[in-house]
């Protein structure tokens, strides 16, 4: 059934520039669907559209009947005096007035039991019953453990909550109201790991349906189906999560590039044999028709459009050479806050060339102990030393400009003392041209301040790299801009970060800062999960008890043999049917490259299966 119809959207912002431009889309129910592309495609338009909050310039967008939905990225303004478990109950506004009018009707029962307040009592009772009544406090426990809001921010006033922790409620509020369909607008910015898997499984079991904007690649892998990416105003589909998105897109792009290269070369070789029939043809017109006729041809052809290749940031960190072995050592470090200690006793070695994570829930106090490291912070107790030739450099999360009310241009020339044109070329090799380097520091978006702090940081010669959320605010393509960057730097690195994409691909070793210690994991972040999932699953000690003699297995006797060697060859039968009937199909689908990817996929997965049965057939008669 289609959840949601979108057709041939329009919307501009300024006079003849279109940020939406015939965009198309259908969304079937239970679907979970990426909507991808670059920061300032039209993403957050696009939702603000789908809830009504602005209309579209053109097209049209339909729900089916009766649809609750819920956006994320919108906070109600609340009442004042409302409370974080105020919020969280609004949820249940309509169980609420249900409620009341339960207890009208039961004051009303004991002066009189009419038939009819008796019936009406009784439906009200039903429905407040199956819209989760009685389990209100279990569902707000649930969703607040989940997400990770402690029990004491439940008794704070909302207005007093950071921005990342009121989106953190809202998100829990939205899951609470139980709509049919969820608008998630970067629903990760603001979660730490462990909330960030709690919400990959609660919508993998939602069964609503999901639309979600996300840079998280991790988190794109885990839970949609398909994506929808936005570019150029259009919408490009891929029916698969971003591991499937990123192979197709390439794949789309080298067939494009192969037509184009095709056509130019059919073009070039008429357009010679045209200019030479026109010249034979000066005195014979059956020639110059013929040229003519051919010239017009060769027109017809112009049909692919070469294809577009993103601008990069071509920017490397400078490095300067480590003499000797340790680059820091931490002994027994202490810091406390309000009477609650964030890390006791810590004692730690890092060597030249290291690069590690520091993982752990927000609130624990990562950034607190970078801050120690770097100095910025004094440390109740403890020692941090580091070696005589170690040059740090350091991108903290929350970006500070001494002047925002500089341009990016002036900021280089007075921060960095470069020449104009060098001030022009670093700006231009983080993509910031033309008219850009004349916006102020103060006006730019979060992703564009990570991107001109790093551009400051680039020309120093450093060996010790400290990163903060270094991907937050940053679209996809900048990620992997700053992961190019990162990935030619040979120094040592240490980073806090959410996003697992970027933790998995460059860790070596994982500090877990965890209940005031921090846990170190002298390995990358795959064998770290592994560790912390068999740690989860390990069975309790317990006594010892007498072993008992294990009986032998029971034989499987010859008639349930017969039975399942019987099963499996019609089971075989069916699917060598369906082989058959799927390379008949890739026969047909020869010219149309979506329908081969696909069926491609399914023929290899129908291969897989029958090779199984076979192997269970062969097993089963063995036996026999």
Known sequence: MIELSVQNLEKSFEVGQKLLDGLSFEIHTGECVGIMGRNGCGKTTLFRMLTGEIEPDEGTIAFAPDRRIGLISQIPVYPQAYTVEDVLRSAYRDLFSMKAKMERLERQMQQSAERALLAEYDRLSTAYEVGGGYEMDTSVDKICNGLGIPTAQRQQLFSSLSGGEKTRVNLARLLLEKTDILLLDEPTNHLDLRSVEWLESYIRQFKGTTLTISHDRYFLDRVVDRIIEIADGKAEHYNGNYSFYLEEKQARFNLQLKQYEQEQAKIKQLGYTVERMKGWGINNRVLYRRAMAMQHRMERIRKTERPKTEKTMKARFGEKEFFGDVVFSVKDLSKSYDGRTLFDGVELNVEGGERIAILGDNGTGKTTFLRCLLAEEPADSGRIRFGPTVKTAYLPQVMHFDHPERTLYDTMLYEKNCTPQSARDRLGAFLF????????????????????????????????????????????????????????????????????????????????????????????????????????????????????????????????????????????????????????????????????????????????????????????????
């Open 433 to 624: 041209s033309g008219e850009d380097v004349f916006k102020t520091v103060g006006t730019l978006s979060g992703g564009e301040q990570s991107r001109l702090r790093l551009c400051m940081l680039m020309d120093e010669k450093i060996n010790l790299l400290i990163l903060d959320e270094p991907t937050n605010h940053l679209d996809i393509a900048s990620r992997e801009w700053v992961e190019c960057a990162i990935d030619e730097y040979e120094g040592t690195l240490l980073f806090v970060s959410h996003d697992r994409y970027f933790v998995d691909k460059f860790a070596t070793r994982i500090w877990e800062l965890e209940d005031g210690t921090i846990k170190d994991y002298p390995c990358g972040y795959a064998k770290y999960r592994s560790l912390k999932e068999n740690a989860a699953v390990r069975p309790i000690p317990q006594t010892a008890k007498p072993e008992k003699k294990e009986k032998p297995p029971r034989k499987t006797d010859a008639k349930t043999l017969e039975k399942e060697v019987r099963r499996l060859e019609r089971e075989i039968e069916k699917q060598e049917q369906l082989v058959h009937t799927l390379d008949e199909q890739l026969l047909a689908a020869a010219t149309d490259y979506q329908e081969l990817m696909r069926l491609t996929a399914e023929k290899q997965a129908a291969d897989d299966a029958l090779l199984e049965l076979m192997e269970q057939w062969e097993q089963a008669a063995g036996q026999l």
